[in-house]
């Protein structure tokens, strides 16, 4: 298994933008913000379901791009053998950063790694709307709001990460280091996985800021393939600021425990 992803800058054009089939209750937003606003980190993390109901050849998850599988084949290779394609499920998750000044270096993606094909979409693809929920309400604890998006590959100015690990049984790390830090008001590239779990439970998701800017943390759901039936720890995490070496091996160690 290869257990790092280094994040090469692809652009593919394609003429279609079209409305996705998806599932409906797990695809929306939370805004996990450190209150009062603009004393921590703050952003909206987007996440959109996908089935294979409907998927035509070329297409399996019905995203009404054409060619979609192509695209996500080359992609999404990190993580177990196979075809990313061939798998039940598409979770994709996408992060504006919404904060004053700080920076977004970190995340920690939930995800239930046996068996899943992890990887980075082009950077001309995005939700439309991004943020799905843009109204979904800030504060710590923050709800998952359910709304509806479409998958567009007509996307620009999108931030890809410096690279993306597989870096325990539950975590899909997301850094963003190195000149590749999410900056106030930009939007990341679409990050996700297949797997053969359907989402079946939720998890907690935190949002921090490092030590220089107070630690600040609050935290939102998300939904998640983990098995509700038997509980595993979920970790989402992003770090406002510069981070110094030792708080971005630290943050592997934030675990929120799924519902």
Do not use: C
């Amino acid at each position: 298994m290869n257990r790092t992803l280094a994040v090469v800058f692809v652009s593919l054009f394609f003429a279609a933008t079209a409305r996705a089939d998806l599932i409906l209750s797990e695809t929306g937003s939370t805004h996990p913000q450190h209150a009062p606003a603009g004393s921590g980190t703050d952003a909206i993390v987007s996440v959109a379901v996908f089935d294979r109901t409907n998927g035509v050849p070329g297409d399996s998850y019905h995203t009404g791009i054409a060619n979609f599988d192509s695209t996500l084949n080359a992609s999404f290779t990190h993580g177990a053998s196979g075809t990313a394609s061939n798998q039940s499920y598409l979770y994709l998750y996408q992060i504006t950063n919404m904060s004053n000044g700080y920076q977004v270096t970190n995340v920690n993606l939930p995800a239930f790694l046996p068996g899943i094909i992890a990887g980075i979409l082009p950077n001309n693809f995005t939700f439309s709307p991004s943020p799905i929920v843009p109204g979904a309400a800030p504060g710590d604890q923050a709800v998952f709001v359910t709304g509806a998006t479409t998958l567009s590959n007509s996307g620009s100015g999108l931030q890809a990460p410096f690279l993306v690990d597989l870096t325990s049984p539950n975590v899909l790390g997301v850094d963003f280091i190195s000149g590749t830090q999410l900056n106030p008001g930009v939007t990341s590239v679409i990050i996700g996985f297949t797997s053969d779990l359907p989402p079946n439970s939720s998890a907690t998701v935190g949002v921090l800021t490092n030590a220089s800017s107070g630690g600040a943390t609050a935290d939102g759901t998300l939904p998640s393939n983990g098995p509700s039936t038997v509980p595993e720890p979920a970790s989402f995490a992003i770090w406002g600021g510069l981070v110094a070496a030792g708080a971005w091996y630290g943050r592997r160690r934030l675990k929120l425990q799924q519902k």
